[in-house]
């Protein structure tokens, strides 16, 4: 079974700062994918950010990068140069290779980015 | 990128009724997709797996009599709420596979009266 851990209810950071929000994973599964989505208010999903497990590099997309510490089972998401518009629900995701390809969600952050 | 529709966005219908819900992939063929439930200030739940042409795969915990899913096409799926109540109010979220991005749908909110 997979599991995603995400230990931060709430994140408040001032706009322009970078913040890095938390997230480990379980698996048993040799090969996944780690996925994080955004969701403002709207509820509209996201995509943000994708990183493989055999990926050799960290995975970048403009202010997104995605710490990923294999060994220590954790994907960080680090966002820079936050904006007004940062601020929603963030989901950190997992899918297996192999088998099944759905989906497993942590339960979120809420990040706030403060004028 | 790829986009997902879903139809209606908002729906309120009274307890007892039913409510289908649709969720097409416009510009690419998707064999799975997968749909969501998400209440207020939580994570979303995988409710069931879409498989065109076969019946879908229920997480646990799922009443598939009243969650009824139809995969009757490989651009659409839908999702029928049987019976609803109030409990089942909710935002319903659908998702397709291309390669290996999940693209989500803008979700449906259910109001049961």
């Known amino acids: 079974a997979q599991k995603i851990t995400q230990t931060q209810p709430g994140m408040f950071v001032q706009e322009k700062e970078a913040v890095t929000l938390d997230c480990t994973y379980d698996t048993s599964d040799p090969s996944y994918g780690l996925f994080w989505y955004k969701q403002p208010s709207s509820g509209e999903m996201i995509f943000l950010i994708y990183q493989g497990s055999y990926d050799q590099q960290n995975a970048t997309e403009g202010r997104y990068s995605l710490n990923f510490q294999k060994a220590r089972k954790s994907a960080n998401l680090v966002i820079s140069a936050s904006q007004l518009g940062d601020s929603a629900m963030y989901f950190c995701?997992?899918?297996?290779?192999?088998?099944?390809?759905?989906?497993?969600f942590g339960k979120g952050t809420k990040l706030t980015v403060n004028p | 990128g790829a986009v997902v529709s879903q139809h209606p966005s908002r729906v309120i219908c009274k307890s007892g009724t039913s409510v289908k819900i649709e969720c097409r992939s416009l510009d690419f063929q998707a064999t799975t997709m997968f749909w969501y439930r998400q209440f207020p200030k939580q994570s979303l739940m995988l409710m069931a797996t879409s498989n065109e042409g076969s019946k879908a795969t229920y997480e646990q915990g799922v009443e598939k009599d009243k969650f009824l899913i139809n995969h009757a096409s490989l651009t659409l799926s839908t999702l029928t709420v049987t019976s609803a109540h109030p409990e089942d109010s909710s935002f319903y979220i659908c998702?397709?596979?291309?390669?290996?991005?999940?693209?989500f749908g803008p979700g449906t909110r259910l109001t049961v009266t």
């Open positions: 998702s397709a596979i291309q390669s290996y991005e999940q693209y």
């Open positions: 995701a997992m899918r297996g290779w192999g088998g099944s390809e759905k989906l497993v």
